[in-house]
């Protein structure tokens, strides 16, 4: 089992900043690739970006150049620095853990762009 914990969401204005975590805990050991998606009100969850064990990044077309993951294999903390927001990345974002090919998800955090 594998426990995932999202923080860093909240209101930002168009055009600000927000870095989310994601802490995963339990049995860590097998997690291999590790990443962000989002589901927006009325919309299929997307792939927001991933990164894998060895920091091999992947991002959606539309967050690209403004989102940044990263992670910290020491602390078993998986981070995306979302700039240059706006009001269509507003959404809940979850974290998503890759173990051994079973995927779990963490309950999600909630990131409003106001315009």
């Known amino acids: 089992q594998v426990q995932l914990v999202e923080s860093g969401g909240g209101l930002v204005q168009a055009g600000g900043s927000l870095r989310l975590s994601c802490a995963a805990s339990g049995s860590i050991f097998s997690i291999n690739a590790m990443g962000w998606y989002r589901q927006a009100p009325g919309k299929q969850r997307e792939l927001v970006a991933d990164?894998?064990?060895?920091?091999?990044?992947n991002y959606a077309d539309s967050v690209k150049g403004r989102f940044t993951i990263s992670r910290d294999n020491a602390k078993s903390t998986v981070y995306l620095q979302m700039s240059s927001l706006k009001p269509e990345d507003t959404a809940n974002y979850y974290c998503?853990?890759?173990?051994?090919?079973?995927?779990?998800w963490g309950k999600g955090t909630l990131v409003t762009v106001s315009s």
């Open positions: 990164i894998t064990r060895g920091g091999s990044t």
């Open positions: 998503a853990a890759d173990n051994s090919g079973r995927y779990y």
